[in-house]
Structure formats: structure tokens, C-alpha cells
């Protein structure tokens, strides 16, 4: 019910996008993304066994070109990613970790200017957002909390703000 909230949220910008999946776990997410049009999906899953079967199931849904799959750490990958830049990224971490602060500190330098950010987190625990991302849609159940934020630019700060423009 929360994926199928989240997609007709995410429905308009879909079409085209380049995704990220931090901690893809099944790939649920990501895979998704590219059957409702995403161009691409990266799936990057620290568990060796799920990445392979990620890897596997990428290959018998013929995805080969749209996904690809990388087994590791997701704060060290998204370091070693200073020339992508993706359109829509989720980040659903194992809550017992608390990686929510390292990884959304680190997101913003590989996600586009007009990005959307999917953060799914425990009922009880908000993660604090720096104020370029705007909650544009949150929901949540009795165990967990999402929320689709959109990255606000400087230049969309300034003429929101510009009373020459309202």
C-alpha cells in the first residue's frame, strides 16, 4: 500500500528519470521505477546475497540495460559518484542503523537540482532535512513514516521570494 502511494505520487516524474536506490534490499523500489518508465535505475545493496539475487532477478526481467546493480556500502558508493546526477533517489535504510544524517548529507552532491527524495523512516523518527528539501507529500502507518520531498533550488528560493514575481 505505501509503494503503490508512493508511485501515484511519483507518477509525473517518472517518465525519463535516472533513479537511485540506496539500500535496494529486493530492489522493489527501483525496478519499479524503470516498469513505470524511469530510463534507469542503480541499485546499490551492502548485503552480498541480496545484490545477487538482485543481479539475477535484473537478468531474468531482461533489464540488464536500465538497471544495474553494485554490492556495497551505499555511503562509499554515493562518494565515488561525483559525476552522476539522478532525478529521483530512495532511501529506505535499516532503521537500527541510523544512516539517515550521513546519507542525506551526502545525497545532494549526486541528485539534480529539481531532484525528488523518497525517506522512509520508523513512525516515531522524523530525519531532519537541511532546508533545500521541501516536503512535497508524507504519509505514514502504525511502524513507519515516508516522505517524498523535492529539492528546492536557490534560484526557485529567490523568485518565490521576489514580491516583483507574485
Known amino acids: 500500500r505505501v509503494r503503490e502511494t508512493l508511485f501515484n505520487w511519483l507518477q509525473p516524474a517518472l517518465p525519463g528519470a535516472r533513479v537511485l536506490d ?14 513505470r518508465g524511469a530510463a534507469s535505475a542503480q541499485l546499490v545493496e551492502a548485503e552480498p546475497g541480496l545484490a ?8 531474468r526481467l531482461g533489464a540488464t540495460g536500465e538497471v544495474a546493480v553494485h554490492r556495497g556500502d551505499a555511503l562509499a558508493w554515493l562518494r565515488s559518484q561525483p559525476d552522476r546526477r539522478f532525478d529521483i533517489a530512495f532511501v529506505d535504510p535499516p532503521f537500527a542503523a541510523g544512516l539517515w544524517e550521513p546519507v542525506l548529507a551526502a545525497l545532494p552532491a549526486v541528485l539534480a537540482a529539481d531532484a525528488w527524495l523518497y525517506v522512509e523512516s520508523p513512525s516515531d523518527h522524523v530525519p531532519v532535512m537541511s532546508p533545500e528539501w521541501a ?6 502507518t502504525r511502524d513507519v513514516r515516508y516522505a517524498l520531498y523535492r529539492r528546492v533550488t536557490l534560484a526557485a528560493i529567490d523568485s518565490s521570494s521576489d514580491p516583483q514575481t507574485t
Request: charged share 15%.
Open 52 to 59: 545477487r539475487a538482485l543481479q539475477a532477478a535484473v537478468g
Open 135 to 140: 516536503v512535497h507529500r508524507e504519509n505514514g
Open 22 to 35: 540506496l539500500f535496494a534490499g529486493t530492489g522493489v523500489l527501483g525496478l519499479e521505477a524503470v516498469s
